[in-house]
């Protein structure tokens, strides 16, 4: 749900409001407001982390921008948002889930 809710309003409202002002502007900027809310996790979660989330961010924007769509960059996150908790939860278990 994550991936459908936040590519909703960082790329398809946020961003494509500031591509007003640039492309790649409303990219960065939206990229940087993205990581900074994930902040909301931890300070060591968003100081471990926040390379990875503006760099995916980045790319969610690159998608949007030249597909003219938040499908792709939606698909990605949730892809991400999976594999991410899929090691977590890897990470913190003696035995691994079954799939």
């Known amino acids: 749900v994550a991936g459908v809710v936040e590519e909703a309003a960082f790329r398809g409202y946020m961003q494509s409001h500031l591509e007003r002002i640039g492309p790649s502007f409303a990219i960065l900027v939206t990229s940087a ?6 902040a909301t996790q ?11 989330i503006f760099l995916a961010s980045v790319v969610y924007g690159h ?15 949730f ?3 999976l594999a991410f908790w ?14």
């Open 33 to 38: 407001v993205f990581t900074l809310l994930h």
């Open 42 to 52: 931890g300070l060591t979660y968003l100081l471990t982390f926040a390379p990875g």
């Open 63 to 77: 998608l949007a921008l030249k597909s003219g769509s938040i499908l792709p960059g939606m698909a990605l996150h």
């Open 79 to 81: 892809a991400g948002d």
């Open 86 to 99: 899929h090691w977590s939860i890897q990470a913190t278990s003696d035995t691994s889930p079954a799939w």
